[in-house]
């Protein structure tokens, strides 16, 4: 499963593509929680590989980079 989550702090966003089994999503979710309570879970693309959020990170790092 691929998730994008947001953290917004006064004028800055920051957004993170990230993978985890379904099986370990609560405990991923949860972790995050602990860690930084002000994130926000955007997206989840439960059909998602490991590969799919390697590509889409890689296009996220080419796209900042033309910015």
């Known amino acids: 499963m691929i998730y994008l989550i947001r953290t917004k702090y006064e004028k800055i966003s920051l957004l993170k593509i990230g993978y985890t089994e379904d099986s370990k999503k609560k405990s991923r979710y949860t972790n995050y929680r602990l860690h930084n ?19 889409f990170t890689y296009l996220e790092d080419r796209y900042l980079e033309i910015i």
């Open 37 to 55: 309570p002000l994130f926000e879970l955007l997206y989840e693309i439960p059909e998602g590989t490991e590969e799919h959020e390697k590509l």
